[in-house]
């Protein structure tokens, strides 16, 4: 099992230009989560998902759109990246509830926007 | 008040210390707390999560003080392969519903 993949691993965008970062994971969870992790602020849930077609905000969702097509994949978009978004980006799924059952995280996607 | 506070230190001891993390949450409803320990430049993993009564793990021991809404982690006998960042978790809403406040960590760095 791979568990939780995530691409790119790292990638640097300018002010404005778009991308989408990708989240698989091959363990059938139900829940799958983004979260952002800057220096001196922990980790910061964006969006998150309970199952499949179904998503929901976070603490830090503006700026960003996410999608759940399909079980194991999770994906986030940007639509015009700006500098603020400079971070180190986690997904990570979990068989139920995030309170009850532990989070696998991705090795996280490093984005630069310049 | 911050919803899960610790201290950011850098904790360093010598191999074979015992060492002990605190973490207090702001949310007296809170049923769920959980300890992560995330290596440089990794994702996060799961070390353990923490009950009531307290929990033991090896060299590792879990306490919660709900009355004082705080809560601990000893690591006994320190390995180097402990230095870490060691990260407190809690749920953010009352009960089992919620999703999980992270709390910015604490680094410990285990010297030979």
């Known amino acids: 099992n791979a568990g939780v993949t995530q691409t790119p691993k790292f990638r640097v965008l300018k002010t404005g230009q778009s991308m989408t970062l990708l989240c698989a994971q091959d363990m059938n969870h139900e829940y799958m989560y983004w979260y952002r992790q800057d220096p001196g602020m922990g980790l910061r849930l964006i969006h998150y998902?309970?199952?499949?077609?179904?998503?929901a905000k976070g603490e830090v969702p503006d700026g960003y759109n996410v999608s759940r097509l399909k079980k194991q994949n999770f994906l986030l978009g940007l639509e015009s990246a700006a500098p603020s978004q400079t971070s180190v980006y986690f997904c990570?799924?979990?068989?139920?509830?995030?309170?009850?059952?532990?989070?696998?995280f991705g090795p996280g996607t490093r984005l630069t926007v310049t | 008040r911050k919803e899960v506070e610790q201290d950011p230190g850098p904790f360093n001891v010598p191999e074979g210390a015992t060492v002990a993390f605190n973490c207090t949450y702001s949310?007296?409803?809170?049923?769920?707390f959980f300890w992560y320990r995330q290596d440089c430049r990794k994702e996060p993993k799961l070390l353990m999560s923490v009950y009531s009564s307290g929990n033991e793990d090896g060299r590792f021991t879990a306490q919660l003080n709900r009355a004082s809404q705080y809560i601990s982690l000893l690591i006994r006998d320190s390995k180097l392969s402990d230095s870490a960042t060691y990260l407190c978790?809690?749920?953010?809403?009352?009960?089992?519903?919620?999703?999980?406040?992270f709390g910015k960590g604490t680094k410990l760095s285990v010297k030979p």
């Open positions: 998902s309970v199952g499949e077609g179904t998503t």
């Open positions: 949310n007296s409803a809170s049923q769920s």
């Open positions: 978790v809690v749920n953010m809403k009352g009960g089992s519903q919620g999703n999980l406040i």
């Open positions: 990570a799924s979990s068989h139920g509830t995030s309170a009850r059952y532990e989070q696998y």
